[in-house]
């Protein structure tokens, strides 16, 4: 998975609560990009970074909130979970955002009840 | 597994046939494109990629083609193998703007 990892892999939460989700990095690449992962609509775009403290929207970004400390990591944070955002979440990272290719990382199942 | 698989179109395609599978892209400034290979259980995997100043690009076993006139990209794949069986996704880009996925196509082989 070209050096990316997700913790935790599986997660099992309850509405209300907070969770955040991590992303890490050993390819010093300068894009990193979270998404869900949702039957019927592929992979959509929630949040992503161009650099360290840089981040900007996706199309689906209500409700997360991201944050980039360090090259390496990047943290994807539900403020207060809820059952819609039950799904699969990716990272991924990349040297250009729209002209090379974006590497991606095993996935995190997250479970809201 | 996952089932990011639901509600997808699908190809089933027998065995040692060749597979072509479709996609059309929507924004005519994209000039990079990518076909991911996706596994049960698994991240996206990249396949091939080709810039809009090419209309075709080969790799192994597998070629893209690239029609900028109507917008449409294709993957194919030779001598298809039960290994080949997968959610395909394609992926348009263009300067600063992140990669935009389309929804993905099932590919089933059958034995």
């Known amino acids: 998975d070209a050096g990316i990892t997700q913790s935790p892999r599986h997660k099992v939460t309850e509405t209300g609560t907070p969770v955040t989700l991590r992303c890490h990095q050993t390819e010093n690449h300068r894009y990193m990009y979270w998404y869900r992962q949702d039957p019927g609509h592929g992979l959509r775009l929630i949040h992503y970074s161009y650099g360290v403290k840089d981040t900007d929207k996706g199309e689906v970004s209500d409700g997360y909130s991201v944050s980039r400390s360090k090259t390496e990591d990047f943290l994807l944070t539900l403020e207060s979970a809820t059952s819609s955002q039950t799904s699969v979440y990716f990272c991924?990272?990349?040297?250009?955002?729209?002209?090379?290719?974006?590497?991606f990382g095993p996935g995190t199942r997250l479970t809201v009840l | 597994g996952e089932s990011v698989g639901l509600h997808l179109p699908t190809l089933s395609v027998q065995e040692g046939d060749n597979s072509i599978i479709n996609c059309a892209y929507s924004n005519s400034a994209s000039d990079y494109f990518i076909w991911y290979k996706q596994e049960s259980g698994k991240g996206p995997q990249f396949i091939i990629d080709?810039?809009?100043?090419?209309d075709k690009r080969q790799g192994q076993r597998v070629t893209v083609l690239l029609n900028k006139t109507v917008k449409h990209l294709s993957l194919q794949i030779a001598a298809t193998q039960p290994g080949d069986s997968a959610v395909y996704f394609c992926a348009e880009g263009a300067g600063n703007t992140p990669l935009v996925f389309g929804k993905g196509t099932r590919l089933s082989v059958i034995a």
């Open positions: 080709i810039r809009s100043n090419m």
């Open positions: 991924a990272i990349s040297d250009s955002a729209g002209t090379y290719e974006q590497f």
